[in-house]
Protein backbone atom coordinates (compact mmCIF):
# COMPACT_ATOMS: atom_id res chain seq x y z
CA UNK A 1 0.00 0.00 0.00
CA UNK A 2 1.00 3.58 -0.69
CA UNK A 3 0.22 6.71 0.19
CA UNK A 4 -1.14 9.04 -3.10
CA UNK A 5 1.61 11.26 -3.63
CA UNK A 6 -0.41 14.76 -2.80
CA UNK A 7 -2.60 13.10 -0.06
CA UNK A 8 -1.19 14.26 3.23
CA UNK A 9 -0.81 17.66 1.66
CA UNK A 10 -4.57 17.84 1.42
CA UNK A 11 -5.27 16.09 4.54
CA UNK A 12 -2.74 18.98 5.88
CA UNK A 13 -5.03 21.70 4.55
CA UNK A 14 -8.87 20.26 5.02
CA UNK A 15 -7.42 20.55 8.82
CA UNK A 16 -6.32 24.21 7.83
CA UNK A 17 -9.11 24.97 6.60
CA UNK A 18 -11.32 23.17 9.88
CA UNK A 19 -9.34 25.68 12.02
CA UNK A 20 -9.50 28.81 10.12
CA UNK A 21 -13.40 28.12 9.66
CA UNK A 22 -12.91 28.04 13.54
CA UNK A 23 -11.51 31.31 13.73
CA UNK A 24 -13.82 32.86 11.61
CA UNK A 25 -17.01 31.50 12.27
CA UNK A 26 -16.99 30.59 16.03
CA UNK A 27 -17.53 33.79 18.36
CA UNK A 28 -16.56 32.02 21.53
CA UNK A 29 -13.01 33.00 22.54
CA UNK A 30 -11.97 29.74 23.39
CA UNK A 31 -12.94 27.72 20.79
CA UNK A 32 -11.11 30.08 18.35
CA UNK A 33 -7.93 29.43 20.22
CA UNK A 34 -8.73 26.09 20.03
CA UNK A 35 -9.60 26.59 16.37
CA UNK A 36 -6.28 28.19 15.94
CA UNK A 37 -4.25 25.37 17.14
CA UNK A 38 -6.49 23.09 15.01
CA UNK A 39 -4.59 25.09 12.23
CA UNK A 40 -1.08 25.20 13.63
CA UNK A 41 -0.87 21.31 13.89
CA UNK A 42 -2.22 21.33 10.64
CA UNK A 43 1.21 23.24 9.40
CA UNK A 44 3.19 21.41 10.99
CA UNK A 45 2.02 17.91 9.36
CA UNK A 46 2.70 19.76 5.90
CA UNK A 47 6.25 20.82 7.00
CA UNK A 48 7.17 17.41 8.81
CA UNK A 49 5.29 15.83 5.25
CA UNK A 50 7.83 17.69 3.29
CA UNK A 51 10.58 16.26 5.50
CA UNK A 52 9.83 12.86 4.81
CA UNK A 53 12.01 10.91 2.66
CA UNK A 54 10.54 7.37 1.43
CA UNK A 55 11.93 4.38 3.30
CA UNK A 56 13.93 6.65 5.61
CA UNK A 57 14.25 6.88 9.35
CA UNK A 58 14.68 9.21 11.76
CA UNK A 59 17.67 11.49 11.70
CA UNK A 60 19.79 10.18 14.68
CA UNK A 61 23.40 8.75 13.18
CA UNK A 62 24.29 5.26 14.55
CA UNK A 63 27.51 4.77 15.81
CA UNK A 64 28.40 2.52 13.15
CA UNK A 65 29.02 2.83 9.29
CA UNK A 66 25.88 4.87 7.82
CA UNK A 67 26.12 3.82 3.89
CA UNK A 68 23.27 2.51 2.82
CA UNK A 69 20.72 4.44 5.55
CA UNK A 70 18.29 6.84 4.08
CA UNK A 71 17.62 9.56 6.81
CA UNK A 72 14.81 11.97 6.84
CA UNK A 73 15.58 15.96 6.72
CA UNK A 74 16.32 16.87 9.98
CA UNK A 75 15.50 20.59 9.08
CA UNK A 76 11.89 20.84 9.10
CA UNK A 77 11.77 19.22 12.19
CA UNK A 78 13.92 21.78 13.90
CA UNK A 79 11.80 24.30 12.64
CA UNK A 80 8.80 23.08 14.15
CA UNK A 81 10.12 21.48 17.39
CA UNK A 82 10.69 25.45 18.10
CA UNK A 83 7.74 25.99 16.52
CA UNK A 84 5.41 23.84 19.16
CA UNK A 85 7.17 25.53 22.17
CA UNK A 86 6.43 29.13 20.48
CA UNK A 87 2.64 27.87 20.11
CA UNK A 88 2.02 27.12 23.63
CA UNK A 89 3.45 30.38 24.31
CA UNK A 90 1.24 31.98 22.31
CA UNK A 91 -1.76 30.11 23.65
CA UNK A 92 -1.44 30.75 27.29
CA UNK A 93 -1.17 34.37 26.29
CA UNK A 94 -4.47 34.10 24.56
CA UNK A 95 -5.67 32.32 27.62
CA UNK A 96 -4.70 34.91 29.86
CA UNK A 97 -6.04 37.67 27.62
CA UNK A 98 -9.74 35.71 27.61
CA UNK A 99 -9.74 35.14 31.45
CA UNK A 100 -9.22 38.46 32.31
CA UNK A 101 -11.54 39.54 29.37
CA UNK A 102 -14.36 37.18 31.05
CA UNK A 103 -13.89 39.40 34.00
CA UNK A 104 -14.25 42.31 32.71
CA UNK A 105 -16.99 42.20 30.65
CA UNK A 106 -18.41 39.00 32.26
CA UNK A 107 -18.82 37.07 28.47
CA UNK A 108 -16.51 35.37 26.49
CA UNK A 109 -18.79 35.41 23.78
CA UNK A 110 -17.41 37.66 20.81
CA UNK A 111 -20.96 39.64 19.64
CA UNK A 112 -21.95 40.00 23.52
CA UNK A 113 -18.81 42.27 24.22
CA UNK A 114 -19.56 43.84 21.16
CA UNK A 115 -22.86 44.68 22.42
CA UNK A 116 -21.35 45.54 25.72
CA UNK A 117 -19.02 47.81 24.31
CA UNK A 118 -21.78 49.82 22.23
CA UNK A 119 -23.91 50.08 24.79
CA UNK A 120 -21.27 51.99 26.81
CA UNK A 121 -19.98 53.95 24.09
CA UNK B 1 1.37 -0.91 6.79
CA UNK B 2 2.49 2.41 7.87
CA UNK B 3 1.22 4.27 5.18
CA UNK B 4 -2.28 3.18 6.10
CA UNK B 5 -1.64 3.95 9.55
CA UNK B 6 -0.78 7.60 7.71
CA UNK B 7 -3.96 7.82 5.89
CA UNK B 8 -6.23 6.61 9.34
CA UNK B 9 -4.59 9.20 11.39
CA UNK B 10 -5.13 11.73 8.76
CA UNK B 11 -8.41 10.98 8.60
CA UNK B 12 -8.90 10.83 12.46
CA UNK B 13 -7.51 14.18 12.59
CA UNK B 14 -9.83 15.58 10.15
CA UNK B 15 -12.58 14.23 12.33
CA UNK B 16 -11.26 15.61 15.15
CA UNK B 17 -11.13 18.99 13.95
CA UNK B 18 -14.93 19.10 12.59
CA UNK B 19 -15.73 17.92 15.85
CA UNK B 20 -13.96 20.55 17.62
CA UNK B 21 -16.26 22.85 14.82
CA UNK B 22 -19.10 21.57 15.82
CA UNK B 23 -19.62 20.44 19.67
CA UNK B 24 -20.74 23.38 22.00
CA UNK B 25 -19.28 22.05 25.09
CA UNK B 26 -16.18 23.43 25.51
CA UNK B 27 -14.81 20.74 28.15
CA UNK B 28 -15.03 18.22 25.26
CA UNK B 29 -13.57 20.77 23.07
CA UNK B 30 -10.65 21.04 25.30
CA UNK B 31 -9.97 17.48 25.32
CA UNK B 32 -10.37 16.90 21.92
CA UNK B 33 -8.01 19.08 20.83
CA UNK B 34 -5.85 17.60 23.24
CA UNK B 35 -6.80 14.28 21.25
CA UNK B 36 -6.29 15.78 18.01
CA UNK B 37 -2.76 17.09 19.43
CA UNK B 38 -1.42 13.54 20.19
CA UNK B 39 -2.70 12.15 16.89
CA UNK B 40 -0.47 14.65 15.33
CA UNK B 41 2.39 13.28 17.83
CA UNK B 42 1.66 9.72 16.34
CA UNK B 43 1.56 10.68 12.91
CA UNK B 44 5.27 12.76 13.44
CA UNK B 45 6.61 9.06 14.71
CA UNK B 46 5.14 7.69 11.04
CA UNK B 47 7.32 10.44 9.72
CA UNK B 48 10.57 10.13 11.59
CA UNK B 49 9.97 13.03 12.98
CA UNK B 50 10.57 11.88 16.96
CA UNK B 51 11.86 14.50 18.30
CA UNK B 52 8.69 16.44 17.18
CA UNK B 53 6.89 14.04 17.96
CA UNK B 54 8.31 13.81 21.48
CA UNK B 55 7.37 17.94 22.19
CA UNK B 56 3.69 17.93 20.50
CA UNK B 57 2.92 14.74 23.15
CA UNK B 58 4.31 17.23 26.25
CA UNK B 59 3.35 20.16 24.97
CA UNK B 60 0.35 19.87 22.76
CA UNK B 61 -1.37 17.25 24.30
CA UNK B 62 0.01 17.93 28.21
CA UNK B 63 0.78 21.45 29.01
CA UNK B 64 -1.97 22.81 26.41
CA UNK B 65 -4.91 20.46 27.82
CA UNK B 66 -4.19 21.55 31.05
CA UNK B 67 -4.10 25.24 30.54
CA UNK B 68 -6.99 24.90 28.59
CA UNK B 69 -9.33 22.96 31.33
CA UNK B 70 -7.60 25.45 33.76
CA UNK B 71 -9.36 28.45 31.87
CA UNK B 72 -12.39 26.40 31.50
CA UNK B 73 -12.50 27.09 35.36
CA UNK B 74 -12.71 30.81 35.09
CA UNK B 75 -14.68 31.13 32.23
CA UNK B 76 -18.35 29.48 31.11
CA UNK B 77 -17.98 26.10 30.21
CA UNK B 78 -20.90 26.19 27.10
CA UNK B 79 -20.33 28.10 24.32
CA UNK B 80 -23.91 30.13 23.32
CA UNK B 81 -26.56 28.92 21.08
CA UNK B 82 -28.03 30.19 17.65
CA UNK B 83 -24.89 31.60 15.83
CA UNK B 84 -25.67 31.14 12.44
CA UNK B 85 -23.15 29.28 10.03
CA UNK B 86 -21.34 32.47 8.19
CA UNK B 87 -21.62 32.38 4.62
CA UNK B 88 -18.80 34.80 3.87
CA UNK B 89 -16.65 32.32 6.13
CA UNK B 90 -17.46 29.34 4.12
CA UNK B 91 -16.57 31.15 1.23
CA UNK B 92 -13.58 32.43 2.60
CA UNK B 93 -12.32 29.13 3.64
CA UNK B 94 -13.43 27.53 0.58
CA UNK B 95 -11.72 29.94 -2.03
CA UNK B 96 -8.22 29.73 0.23
CA UNK B 97 -9.12 25.67 0.34
CA UNK B 98 -8.84 24.79 -3.08
CA UNK B 99 -5.76 27.82 -4.60
CA UNK B 100 -4.01 25.78 -1.45
CA UNK B 101 -4.80 22.56 -3.07
CA UNK B 102 -4.01 23.87 -6.97
CA UNK B 103 -0.59 24.78 -5.58
CA UNK B 104 0.01 21.43 -4.06
CA UNK B 105 0.02 20.16 -7.28
CA UNK B 106 3.63 21.74 -7.80
CA UNK B 107 4.31 20.28 -4.83
CA UNK B 108 7.27 17.27 -4.77
CA UNK B 109 5.22 13.49 -4.06
CA UNK B 110 4.99 12.03 -0.39
CA UNK B 111 8.73 10.76 0.62
CA UNK B 112 10.07 11.77 -2.87
CA UNK B 113 14.27 11.68 -2.39
CA UNK B 114 14.86 14.09 -4.97
CA UNK B 115 12.91 16.95 -3.52
CA UNK B 116 14.45 20.50 -4.14
CA UNK B 117 14.10 20.57 -0.10
CA UNK B 118 16.78 17.45 0.51
CA UNK B 119 19.14 18.80 -1.63
CA UNK B 120 20.00 22.50 0.05
CA UNK B 121 21.43 22.80 3.42
CA UNK B 122 20.23 19.70 4.80
CA UNK B 123 22.83 16.76 3.41
CA UNK B 124 25.43 18.72 4.72
CA UNK B 125 24.22 18.38 7.86
CA UNK B 126 23.73 14.98 7.61
CA UNK B 127 27.42 14.30 6.60
CA UNK B 128 29.41 17.27 8.45
CA UNK B 129 27.64 17.58 11.31
CA UNK B 130 29.48 14.94 13.31
CA UNK B 131 32.95 16.05 12.79
CA UNK B 132 31.68 19.49 13.36
CA UNK B 133 29.52 19.46 16.10
CA UNK B 134 29.11 15.89 17.68
CA UNK B 135 26.19 14.67 18.38
CA UNK B 136 24.64 11.66 17.00
CA UNK B 137 20.92 13.38 17.26
CA UNK B 138 21.37 15.95 13.96
CA UNK B 139 18.35 17.55 14.89
CA UNK B 140 20.14 18.66 18.20
CA UNK B 141 23.50 19.69 16.63
CA UNK B 142 21.01 21.76 14.02
CA UNK B 143 18.68 23.07 17.04
CA UNK B 144 21.47 24.10 19.67
CA UNK B 145 24.55 24.77 17.19
CA UNK B 146 24.05 25.59 13.39
CA UNK B 147 20.62 27.19 14.39
CA UNK B 148 21.31 28.39 17.50
CA UNK B 149 20.24 32.16 16.87
CA UNK B 150 16.62 30.72 15.81
CA UNK B 151 16.58 29.10 20.07
CA UNK B 152 17.80 31.82 21.49
CA UNK B 153 15.11 33.61 19.92
CA UNK B 154 12.61 31.45 20.65
CA UNK B 155 13.68 31.15 24.45
CA UNK B 156 13.09 34.46 24.90
CA UNK B 157 9.50 33.86 23.25
CA UNK B 158 8.66 31.91 25.82
CA UNK B 159 10.28 34.28 28.51
CA UNK B 160 8.39 37.05 27.32
CA UNK B 161 5.43 35.20 27.44
CA UNK B 162 5.68 34.00 30.86
CA UNK B 163 5.88 37.24 31.71
CA UNK B 164 3.05 38.38 30.13
CA UNK B 165 1.21 35.92 31.62
CA UNK B 166 2.03 36.70 35.31
CA UNK B 167 1.34 40.72 34.28
CA UNK B 168 -2.03 39.70 33.41
CA UNK B 169 -3.27 37.79 35.46
CA UNK B 170 -0.94 37.65 38.45
CA UNK B 171 -2.29 39.81 41.72
CA UNK B 172 0.27 42.15 42.79
CA UNK B 173 0.87 42.97 46.02
CA UNK B 174 0.62 46.79 46.12
CA UNK B 175 -2.45 48.21 45.01
CA UNK B 176 -2.16 50.81 41.94
CA UNK C 1 -7.53 15.73 49.28
CA UNK C 2 -7.56 13.79 52.51
CA UNK C 3 -10.30 11.29 51.61
CA UNK C 4 -8.47 9.82 48.38
CA UNK C 5 -5.19 7.93 49.63
CA UNK C 6 -4.78 5.83 46.10
CA UNK C 7 -4.39 9.21 44.13
CA UNK C 8 -2.07 10.82 46.65
CA UNK C 9 0.00 7.63 47.46
CA UNK C 10 0.07 7.43 43.68
CA UNK C 11 1.00 10.96 43.11
CA UNK C 12 3.87 10.26 45.37
CA UNK C 13 5.00 7.27 43.88
CA UNK C 14 5.10 8.98 40.25
CA UNK C 15 6.79 12.31 40.91
CA UNK C 16 10.91 11.10 41.57
CA UNK C 17 9.92 8.88 37.96
CA UNK C 18 8.77 11.90 36.51
CA UNK C 19 11.44 14.19 37.51
CA UNK C 20 14.27 11.05 36.81
CA UNK C 21 13.02 10.86 33.31
CA UNK C 22 13.32 14.68 32.93
CA UNK C 23 16.69 14.72 33.63
CA UNK C 24 17.62 11.65 31.53
CA UNK C 25 15.77 13.18 28.39
CA UNK C 26 17.62 16.31 29.35
CA UNK C 27 21.14 15.17 29.63
CA UNK C 28 20.35 12.15 27.21
CA UNK C 29 18.79 14.60 24.04
CA UNK C 30 22.22 14.55 22.08
CA UNK C 31 21.77 10.58 21.49
CA UNK C 32 18.24 10.48 21.16
CA UNK C 33 15.40 12.38 21.05
CA UNK C 34 14.93 14.75 23.63
CA UNK C 35 16.35 18.08 24.56
CA UNK C 36 15.62 21.15 26.49
CA UNK C 37 12.08 21.66 25.79
CA UNK C 38 10.73 18.58 26.37
CA UNK C 39 12.98 18.15 30.00
CA UNK C 40 11.27 21.21 30.94
CA UNK C 41 7.80 20.61 29.95
CA UNK C 42 8.16 16.71 31.67
CA UNK C 43 9.97 18.26 34.61
CA UNK C 44 7.59 21.28 35.42
CA UNK C 45 4.95 18.23 34.30
CA UNK C 46 5.56 16.72 37.76
CA UNK C 47 5.05 20.00 39.55
CA UNK C 48 1.61 20.34 37.56
CA UNK C 49 0.77 16.74 38.96
CA UNK C 50 1.60 17.79 42.31
CA UNK C 51 -0.57 21.02 42.34
CA UNK C 52 -3.70 19.64 40.77
CA UNK C 53 -3.63 16.60 43.60
CA UNK C 54 -2.27 18.57 46.89
CA UNK C 55 -3.75 21.80 46.13
CA UNK C 56 -1.99 24.83 44.84
CA UNK C 57 -0.98 25.92 48.36
CA UNK C 58 1.66 23.38 48.73
CA UNK C 59 2.85 23.00 45.19
CA UNK C 60 3.55 27.71 45.84
CA UNK C 61 5.69 25.96 49.19
CA UNK C 62 7.59 23.51 47.01
CA UNK C 63 8.56 25.97 44.47
CA UNK C 64 7.97 29.35 45.50
CA UNK C 65 7.98 32.70 43.10
CA UNK C 66 11.05 34.22 43.48
CA UNK C 67 13.10 30.45 42.43
CA UNK C 68 10.64 30.61 39.70
CA UNK C 69 11.09 34.06 38.46
CA UNK C 70 14.87 33.28 39.06
CA UNK C 71 14.81 30.29 37.03
CA UNK C 72 13.18 31.60 34.45
CA UNK C 73 15.66 34.58 33.65
CA UNK C 74 18.15 32.82 34.78
CA UNK C 75 17.69 30.07 31.86
CA UNK C 76 17.94 32.88 28.85
CA UNK C 77 20.54 34.36 30.88
CA UNK C 78 22.54 31.11 30.66
CA UNK C 79 21.85 30.45 26.95
CA UNK C 80 22.91 34.17 25.50
CA UNK C 81 25.67 34.09 28.53
CA UNK C 82 27.29 30.98 26.31
CA UNK C 83 26.87 32.72 23.45
CA UNK C 84 28.83 35.67 24.81
CA UNK C 85 31.50 33.61 26.42
CA UNK C 86 32.26 32.72 22.93
CA UNK C 87 32.73 35.79 21.96
CA UNK C 88 34.86 36.36 24.85
CA UNK C 89 36.96 33.19 23.78
CA UNK C 90 37.71 34.62 20.71
CA UNK C 91 35.06 32.97 18.60
CA UNK C 92 31.93 34.29 16.84
CA UNK C 93 28.29 34.53 19.13
CA UNK C 94 26.75 31.53 19.76
CA UNK C 95 30.20 29.97 18.00
CA UNK C 96 30.61 27.08 20.69
CA UNK C 97 33.81 25.85 18.79
CA UNK C 98 36.22 28.49 21.18
CA UNK C 99 34.62 27.50 23.77
CA UNK C 100 37.67 24.45 24.56
CA UNK C 101 40.73 23.21 23.28
CA UNK C 102 39.32 21.29 20.75
CA UNK C 103 36.12 22.74 18.67
CA UNK C 104 33.98 19.17 19.10
CA UNK C 105 35.03 19.45 22.44
CA UNK C 106 33.86 23.08 22.64
CA UNK C 107 30.40 22.15 20.61
CA UNK C 108 29.51 19.75 23.39
CA UNK C 109 30.27 22.00 26.25
CA UNK C 110 28.19 24.50 24.59
CA UNK C 111 25.08 22.29 23.46
CA UNK C 112 25.15 20.97 26.90
CA UNK C 113 25.15 24.87 28.38
CA UNK C 114 22.31 25.82 25.71
CA UNK C 115 20.37 23.11 26.38
CA UNK C 116 20.24 23.29 30.24
CA UNK C 117 19.19 26.71 29.89
CA UNK C 118 16.78 26.18 27.70
CA UNK C 119 15.41 23.56 29.64
CA UNK C 120 15.42 26.39 32.77
CA UNK C 121 13.54 28.74 31.17
CA UNK C 122 10.82 26.31 29.69
CA UNK C 123 10.40 24.65 32.79
CA UNK C 124 10.09 27.83 34.88
CA UNK C 125 7.43 29.42 32.61
CA UNK C 126 5.38 26.45 32.44
CA UNK C 127 5.26 25.68 35.86
CA UNK C 128 4.58 30.26 36.25
CA UNK C 129 2.09 30.18 33.95
CA UNK C 130 0.15 27.13 35.01
CA UNK C 131 0.79 28.11 38.68
CA UNK C 132 -0.56 31.64 37.88
CA UNK C 133 -3.97 30.35 36.14
CA UNK C 134 -4.52 28.03 38.71
CA UNK C 135 -4.48 30.71 41.37
CA UNK C 136 -6.87 32.94 39.47
CA UNK C 137 -10.05 33.59 42.00
CA UNK C 138 -12.75 32.12 39.95
CA UNK C 139 -15.18 34.86 41.31
CA UNK C 140 -12.60 37.85 40.35
CA UNK C 141 -14.32 40.60 38.33
CA UNK C 142 -13.27 43.63 37.47
CA UNK C 143 -14.23 47.05 39.90
CA UNK C 144 -15.21 50.01 37.52
Given at each position: ????????????I??????????????????????????????????????????????????????????????P??L????????I???????????????????I????I???????? | ??????IV??????????A????????????????????????????????????????G????????L??????P???????K?????????A??????????????????????????V?????K????????????????????????????????????????????????? | ?????I??????????????????????G?????????????????????????G????????P???????????????AG???????????????????????????V???????????????????????????????????
Amino acid sequence: MEVPGLFNYWMAIILMMAGLYTVIARGNLVKKLVGLGVFQISVFVLYITMGKIKDGTAPILPAGPVDGVVFSNPLPHVLILTAIVVGIATTALGLALVVRIHEAFGTIEEDDIQDIEENEA
Amino acid sequence: MIELLDIVILGMMVVAALAVLWLRDLFAVAMLSGAYSLMGATLYVLLDAVDVAFTEAAVGAGIATVLMLGTLTLVPRQEKQGKKPSLAGLFTVAATGSLLIWATLDMPEYGDPDAPIHHHVAPRYMKDSTAEVGPPNVVTSVLASYRGYDTLGETTVIFTAAIGVMALLARGRRKP
Amino acid sequence: MREKPILRVGTKFLIPFILMFALYVQFHGDFGPGGGFQAGVIFASAFILYAIVFGIAHARRALPAGIRRLLLSLGVLIYAGTGVLALAEGGRFLDYSSLAAQPVLGQHVGIFLVEFGVGMTVFAAMTTIFFVFASRDPSAREQD
